[in-house]
Each structure stands twice: as C-alpha cells, then as structure tokens.
C-alpha cells in the first residue's frame, strides 16, 4: 500500500511548558544565619508556535506526529537563581496554513514566509520568596506556583497559495500541463483519479513569473463530498485565475467539453465565492485528431462566454506559450487590482483603571447559595497558591479582599458559611465564605502559618 506523502488537513494537540514555581529560600552566612529572603523566581514555559516554512509543502508530519508540547521552565533556587525559561518549540507549516479553534472558528491565515502565530502559550513562572517580600511582610516564608502552560486542540487546513488554478475531471491533463509549462513533475498516469494532491508550477511568461496549480478530484457532486473535490475545492479559493482544463479525446459516455465545463461551473458555484474570477478554457490533446476537430466545433460556442479559448497539447506541447501568456494577461490585471497591503499599525488600548478584574454570580443549590468568581486575576492567584501552605492562602485572601471580592460577596447578600467557587466549572477551587476575614500582613505568625485559618 502506497504511503501518502500529502496531507492538507492535520488535528494538531498542543501543550505550552508550564512555569517553573518560585522557591521560598532564607539566606544564611557565617554569622548570619537569617540574611532574609533570597528564593528565585520561576522560568517561563515554553511557547508553540507555528511558522511559515517555504520548504514545508505538507502537513504530513502533524498526522503522524499529532501530539507536540514545549518543555517547562525551571524551578527556581536560593541565593536569588532565577529557573531557566523552557525552550519555544517552532512548528513549520506550509505557507497558506489556515488554523481553526476546536469550535470551528478561525485563530489565523498564516501566508507569507516567516509569519508566525503563537498557538499555545507557555505558563508564567512562580514569584519566589524575595519578589514578595515587603516592608510588611519582610520574609515570607512561600513562593508562587508557575502558571500551567495553555493546551488546546487545533484543525490546520491547507489552501494552496496560487496565481492560477487548474480545475477539471480527472485525466483532463491538468497534471500533464503543469509538467510541461514548469519544472515540476507530478505523478502522471493514464487512468483517472491518479492525481491525490494539488500539484503547483512556477511558469515564466515573458517577465512575468506566476504559480499554477492543479486541482484534483472534481467531479459531478464533488462539493457535497462526492470523490476528492470536497477535499480539494478549497485550494480554488486563493487562485486569482481559473483555467478550465478539458479532455476533449475522452471516449465517457455522456462526456463531451461542454457538459464538462457546466457540470465543474456547477461544483463552483455550489462551493461559493468563486463567481468573479477571470476564467480562461484550455481545450487539451489536440494532438489526437478526432480531438481537434471536437474542439474546433465546440470553440466559438465557447467564446460566447467571453472566455478565451485555446487549443493545447500537453504531450506536443501545442498552444503552451500562447495559454501562458494569455494566464500572465489576466495575472497582472488580477494583482493591479488587488489591494494594498496595509501597513502593519500597533494600537495599544489599556484597560480603565477603575476596572474591577472580576464578575460575581450567583446561583441555587440544594445547600444553599452559591457565589461564583470568574476573572483573569482571581483565577490566576488561585492557579499560584500552594495551598499546603496557610501563609500562601492568607496571601491569597489578602489579594483578594484587596480587588474587591470581600466587598462585592457582602453587597450581593453572602453569608457565612455559604460557598463561593473561583474559577471555571472544571477547574475551580471551592471554599465556605468568613465575612470579613481580617486580612493584612501584620497579623501573620511563624513562617508558612497563618493564625487567621488554624482550626478552620
């Protein structure tokens, strides 16, 4: 069995590294035994990021290998050593990689070399004891935890990046013709659905040099599924040129160049927004008599479309120039009229400084009231706290009595006892509610205690 070696649609799971935790350390020299402070910070997770690799033509090695993390950032030590970042792990895709979230929609459209998109990223690293120090709590005795790096699932769709799209039945040549206007050299048989991947050129007409594409698989139905065209239409939809390619030797029943261009024009159309592009027709092995002359009878019913039309001979290479100067015509006009890019503007628009950080709902148990918690911060310094640590969860709950949620928990009618849940419905941290819960560094006892939760 033969092993395919294009892929234009990859599951890709991603795991960001998570950040390394902050060490809580207490210098001690000769003399000395209590210097202060001195635990590192965390390193960073690392990053996965996607980049645009000229030379990357599939997304084959995502198949096989679907499974890709960054690794993690290093704990951090005494003596104020800071853990090593992790390493970004840069993922090569092909150039016109579109990337979509798990629900369909689309993240990104990675086209050009070298673009970049940062598609799982890593966690923050843990605070360690001598970044929290303060005048008021002057040796903590813990650390922050680091953050865990993002994971998601991602579906990587391939669209050919092309000027000029090759789009007919099987065995039309439209393989054929790619090898005899460029360089390259697509597997070329002799009976139909041979070709299983689009198959792009580099043509030079003149001073122009312009890419072509051959699009496999249409076929009757072929936009409902039908064939390979359903795997395959989408590489259309960047082409500026459509080049209906048709086989006018075919012996088929019921086939015949006309009702090939229609039943291709149908699977176009029902694919959408391929109306407005130019359309040339390259009437192909006239080479075979009774070819050219079914082509010349079908030619001046074809130019009543405004089409151009030529006769073309992929095996003699018959009408090869004239069509692509006629493709590098329409070429030009397609990129004269397209768009300047717009240069790339920064805008930066900082949050209003009054912003609360958090919402607070509400819902009904059987046990009661239940008060849910939800905001970056919040979930963050939860993620953070060792919670083996009482020291750690004072901490927690003097940040928290600080933004606000001591507050907001007894204005929307909260009482003791009742439970509030920080965090989303599968990752939460639940606890019951003390009103007013003194809060404040100088009421801490021995390092990594708390008096304020012993016997709770």
């Known amino acids: 069995m033969a092993i395919p070696t294009f892929v234009d649609r990859a599951v890709l799971h991603v795991a960001a590294g998570d950040g390394g935790a902050g060490c809580a350390s207490v210098r001690r020299e000769k003399f000395k035994p209590l210097g202060g402070p001195d635990g590192g910070n965390g390193g960073r997770g690392g990053d996965v990021v996607l980049v645009v690799d000229p030379s990357t033509t599939t997304l084959l090695d995502y198949q096989r290998r679907p499974h890709r993390h960054a690794s993690s950032g290093r704990p951090g030590q005494g003596d104020n050593r800071h853990g090593s970042d992790g390493?970004?792990?840069?993922?090569?895709?092909?150039?016109?990689?579109?990337?979509?979230?798990?629900?369909?929609?689309?993240?990104?459209?990675?086209?050009?070399?070298?673009?970049?998109?940062?598609?799982?990223?890593?966690?923050r690293g843990g605070l360690g004891n001598a970044a929290l120090a303060s005048p008021r709590r002057k040796a903590p005795g813990f650390?922050?935890?680091?953050?865990?790096?993002?994971?998601?699932?991602?579906?990587?769709?391939?669209?050919?990046?092309?000027?000029?799209?090759?789009?007919?039945?099987?065995?039309a040549g439209k393989s054929s013709l790619v090898a005899a206007m460029s360089a390259a050299r697509p597997k070329i048989a002799d009976y139909p659905f041979t070709t299983l991947v689009p198959n792009l050129g580099v043509v030079e007409a003149g001073d122009v040099r312009f890419?072509?594409?051959?699009?496999?698989?249409?076929?009757?139905?072929?936009?409902?599924?039908?064939?390979?065209?359903?795997?395959?239409?989408?590489?259309?939809?960047?082409?500026?040129?459509?080049?209906?390619v048709v086989d006018c030797a075919t012996a088929e029943p019921g086939r015949d160049p006309l009702t090939d261009i229609e039943v291709i024009e149908a699977e176009l159309a029902a694919y959408g927004g391929l109306d407005a592009r130019p359309r040339l027709v390259a009437l192909n092995k006239v080479d075979v008599?009774?070819?050219?002359?079914?082509?010349?009878?079908?030619?001046?019913?074809?130019?009543?479309?405004?089409w151009p039309v030529h006769l073309v001979s992929a095996a003699t290479g018959e009408g090869l120039r004239a069509l692509s100067f006629a493709m590098a015509s329409v070429v030009l006009q397609a990129r004269a009229a397209a768009p300047?890019?717009?240069?790339?503007?920064?805008?930066?628009?900082?949050?209003?400084?009054?912003?609360?950080?958090?919402?607070?709902?509400?819902?009904?148990?059987?046990?009661?009231?239940?008060?849910?918690?939800?905001?970056t911060r919040p979930e963050r310094w939860v993620r953070q706290t060792d919670f083996a640590n009482d020291e750690a969860v004072g901490y927690l709950a003097d940040r928290l009595n600080r933004l606000g949620v001591e507050t907001a928990l007894h204005e929307a009618g909260a009482r003791a006892g009742d439970e509030v849940v920080i965090g989303p419905e599968d990752d939460a941290v639940v606890f019951d509610w003390e009103p007013y819960l003194d809060t404040g560094a100088e009421r801490l006892g021995p390092r990594g205690s708390d008096p304020r939760l012993e016997g709770r």
């Open 87 to 123: 390493e970004d792990v840069a993922l090569p895709v092909p150039d016109g990689t579109v990337v979509k979230a798990s629900d369909g929609s689309v993240l990104v459209d990675l086209v050009g070399a070298g673009t970049r998109f940062v598609v799982a990223q890593g966690g």
């Open 143 to 171: 650390a922050l935890l680091g953050e865990p790096g993002e994971r998601r699932d991602v579906l990587l769709e391939l669209k050919s990046v092309a000027d000029v799209a090759l789009v007919g039945f099987p065995s």
């Open 211 to 244: 890419t072509v594409a051959d699009v496999p698989g249409l076929i009757e139905g072929a936009s409902e599924g039908r064939g390979l065209g359903h795997e395959f239409l989408r590489h259309v939809e960047r082409c500026s040129v459509l080049v209906h």
């Open 289 to 306: 008599p009774e070819a050219r002359d079914l082509a010349e009878l079908v030619r001046s019913d074809l130019a009543q479309r405004d």
């Open 340 to 375: 300047a890019a717009a240069p790339t503007r920064l805008v930066l628009r900082p949050k209003a400084v009054d912003e609360a950080g958090f919402t607070l709902t509400s819902e009904r148990t059987a046990q009661g009231t239940r008060y849910r918690v939800r905001g």
